[in-house]
């Protein structure tokens, strides 16, 4: 069995366990910043889901970079693997990852490619929206001078970063939470990019195969 095959049926096996993993550290990671008050047992259970999550995904990342055969050139072809083991509030897009995995697993038809962009970069937004608002959140609160006083500001504030809009009555002070706010900001124009770059690229397919289907003189 060649290290192609033996990859591919590692990725395969994993798939819905990373899955879960990623949902499993989000919960968690809310759980330390939203309900601080709870238990101290309950606090070392989510944080024993974090540290577990992040153990998974790191034996995972080594395990594939070790099947491909490729070196450090695997780094370079795979980033987003290798951004969700350093960054682990990115893990969620996993989801992302293995949506095409599941549909082809259950013999439906994969989406056109239109379609798949726009609804990647939706739940990306969702996702890295809720990661990011929690995330900056955990360092906005309490701090000297923060505009940003509950979880649900914080969430406005990710709507307005992330859609580019930036009413700027809610902004980070803590250079923590700056600092989240440049990747966060980052994500949001790579975001909207991807989705009106699309649409547009589908409206002049529209309108090219409008075109073609039109006699001749008409």
């Known amino acids: 069995m060649d290290d192609d095959t033996r990859k591919a049926r590692w990725e395969q096996a994993t798939e819905l ?9 989000l ?3 809310a759980v330390r910043v939203l309900a601080p008050g709870l238990r101290d047992p309950l606090q070392d259970l989510a944080l024993a889901l974090l540290l577990a999550s992040w153990l998974l995904f790191a034996v995972n990342y080594a395990v594939v970079w070790r099947l491909s055969g490729q070196g450090l050139s695997f780094v370079r072809k795979h980033p987003l693997d290798a951004v ?3 960054l682990p509030l990115l893990r969620p897009l996993r989801f992302v990852k293995i949506y095409e995995a599941v549909q082809r697993r259950h013999g439906k038809p ?3 490619l239109h379609a798949r962009v726009i609804a990647y970069s939706g739940i990306s937004t969702l996702l890295l929206g809720f990661a990011g608002a929690l995330a900056v959140y955990q360092q906005e609160r309490g701090a000297p001078g923060a505009s940003m006083k509950s979880f649900g500001d ?5 709507c307005a970063t992330l859609t580019t809009v930036g009413y700027g009555d809610i ?4 250079p923590r939470g700056r600092l989240i706010a440049v990747g966060m900001m980052a994500i949001g124009l790579a975001l909207l990019g991807a989705v009106t770059g699309t649409f547009a690229s589908w409206l002049l397919q529209v309108f090219a195969r ?4 039109r006699p001749p003189g008409g």
């Open 84 to 86: 969700v083991v350093i």
């Open 154 to 158: 914080a969430v406005w504030w990710a």
């Open 110 to 112: 994969r989406l056109a």
């Open 27 to 29: 919960a968690s990671y």
């Open 210 to 213: 409008e075109d073609d289907e």
């Open 171 to 174: 902004v980070p002070v803590t």
């Open 17 to 25: 366990p990373l899955a879960f993993a990623s949902l499993a550290f």
